[in-house]
Every structure is written in structure tokens, then in C-alpha cells.
């Protein structure tokens, strides 16, 4: 079993680092937020003071923080302080670029990195079965399979370095333009006097049909596990949509892409933001009426 430093004991590494604890490995973890502290304590995780402190005899360092600010920030003080050897895993959702310079930043000081963004939120986080897309070389990704496995459903090497938090940026968009194009639809039938239920049957039994509708339906009724039937309680909150979709902005920038629908989405999530930053991506429907 593996010495496992966890820095970033948040919605998402808490559970995250509880899984690792479950699954035999010893957890060394830091957070700042006492309370975030307490929670990894009762779960079995070894807190330290520090960061420094955390990583010093870890053989693996996982990351799973706000920023790529934060985390460069962070690397800049722990890797001088890490074992050699010790592999380092970034799960937070920062930029490509970002990415790319932590990898790199690691790699001056001889330590290989992976890039291993997730989805499938604190519900994914607490029952072991978040999708890592993972971007890296193979002998890192291989190493890191019995780490990873023990919070993943799934496990994707989309390539090199950045490679996962691009694959992460580039389906979020997709669902972005997703989401908002099937509130489109169900206002525009609304008003043609077609029901929820029809159109609903009509488009996942047809050429329309994705995640968007069949499982986040953003109507009460045809699916009722969806946020619509409960007020849009999150499900994903329109915060993470937003701040995804600013990344997507950046390496649409930074690439000179075009992306003329998910630039149109990234502006109405950000307004929508402004009021609704709670609730779930799919309650971007009550500004489309
Ligand atoms: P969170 O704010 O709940 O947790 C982040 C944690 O990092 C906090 O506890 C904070 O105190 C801690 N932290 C800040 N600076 C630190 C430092 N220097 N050292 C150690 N810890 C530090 O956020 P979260 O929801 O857990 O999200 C974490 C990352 O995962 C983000 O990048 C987010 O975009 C991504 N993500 C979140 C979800 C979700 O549904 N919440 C889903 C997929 C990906």
C-alpha cells in the first residue's frame, strides 16, 4: 500500500481522500479550513500543520484545489520539500496552460506529474466512481493506476501533459451548449403547445438526444431525479459551469480557436451567474423564456 499525501480536503478531495483511506492506503492530508481538517480526521486521514509537512514521506502528492494559481503557488513550496521520486497528480480544474507549467514546474525538480481533472461532482467524489481524464506519459499514468482506481469509475489517458484538463474544457463546453440548446427547446415548444412529455419521448428516442435531456432535464416531470423537480438544487452548480467555461475561454484564446457557440455559452452562463451561481446549470432555462 502507498504513503498518499492529499492537499485540498474540500467538497471533493474530502471524499476523495476517504476512498484512498477505505482502500488500504495511509493518507497524509492539508487544508487551511479547520472544519474540512476535522471532517478527513473522522475519515481516517493523518492531518498535518503543513503542506511541507504532509508531502515529506508521501511516494504519491495529489492536488485537489480552487486554482492554478493556488496550485502553482503550493507546488512552488512542497516540491522542494518531496521524497524523491514521488509521483504528483493534479485533479483540480485549472487551464491547460496552467497545467502545463505545474507538469513542467515538477519536472524541473525531477519529479514526474499527471494532470487528472474529474467529473461526476461530490456525488462521484464520495462514491468512488469520478471519471479521471488524465493527460501525461505512460509510465506516470501506469504508476498511477492503483491510486486513481480507488475513487474512479472510470479512468481515460487522453495523452500528454494537459491532455486531461483539455479533454475536461472540451466536454464541458459541449454540455454547456447542450444544456442551454435543450432549454431552448422545451421554451419553443412550450409555446407551440406541445407538452413536456412529448417532446421529451420525441427527442431521447431521436437524433437529439444527450445528456442534457435524458438525465438533466430541465422540466419538472419527464425525468424526476432531475434538479428541475427540485428546485434546481445542484446537481453541477452554475458557479462550476462558469468558471469551466472561462477555461475554455482561455484556451479557445490561447489557441485562436473560434468556438461561436460555446463562446455564446460561456457569456449567457457568466450573466446568469451573476444571480444564480447556486443553482444547477440547468436552470439556465428560466432565462430563456
Ligand atoms: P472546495 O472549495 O470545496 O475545496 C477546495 C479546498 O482546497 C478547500 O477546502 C480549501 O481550503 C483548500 N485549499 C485552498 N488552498 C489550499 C492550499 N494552499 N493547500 C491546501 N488546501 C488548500 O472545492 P471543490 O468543490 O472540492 O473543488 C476542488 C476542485 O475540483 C476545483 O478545481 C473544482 O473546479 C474541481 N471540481 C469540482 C467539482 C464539484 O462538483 N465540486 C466537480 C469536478 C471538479
Redesign the pocket.
Known sequence: MTTIAF???????GPMAANLVQAGHTVHG????PE?VKAAQQNGVETFPT?VEAVAVAEVVIT????GA?VK??YAEILPASRTGALFID????SVDDARAIHQQAGEHGFAQLDA??????KGAAAGTLAFMVGGDDDAFAAARSTLDPMAGKVIHCGAAGAGQAAKVCNNMVLAVQQIAVGEAFVLAEKLGLSDQALYDVITGATGNCWAVQTNCPVPGPVPTSPANNEFTPG?ATA?MN?DLGLAMDAVASTGSRAPLGTHAAQLYKSFAEQHAGLDFSAIITSLH
Not at 91 to 94: D, L, P
Not at 117 to 122: C, D, E, I, T
Open positions: 492537499l485540498g480536503l474540500g467538497n471533493m478531495g492539508f487544508d487551511p479550513v474540512a503542506a485537489m484545489l480552487p486554482s493556488i503557488n503550493l485533479s483540480s480544474t485549472i481533472p474529474v467529473s461526476g461532482g461530490v453541477f462550476l468558471k
